[in-house]
């Protein structure tokens, strides 16, 4: 499983406890769980989450999160397309290399 920053949970943990989401506010979460907190990290997630309306974000990736699971097997079947373009275009390349061999006998 892929690690997940911890200054993004920080974030999260604001947002869901209702507190404005400061470089400030997030040390202090880092701080609180034993965590060093990078100030400039801080003060840049902050000024870059600005404006953003979480509640969107979190609809569309609780709606992301449910399509891995049913695009699994999908995703197998797109390897397969994926190496059987592969193969039609070398086949192409062939046929028409085999075109040129016989203009020139």
Known sequence: ???????????LLLH???KEVTAAHIASVLKSVGAEAD???CKVLA???KGVNFEDLLKN??????APAAAAPAAG????????????AEKKEEAAAEGLASLFG
């Open 47 to 49: 000024d870059a989450v």
């Open 16 to 18: 869901g406890s209702g």
């Open 61 to 66: 990736v609780s709606f992301a999160a449910a």
């Open 1 to 11: 499983m892929a690690k997940i920053d911890p200054y993004l949970h920080a974030v």
């Open 39 to 41: 100030e400039a990290k």
């Open 77 to 88: 079947a797109a390897k397969k397309e994926e190496k059987t373009e592969e193969e039609s």
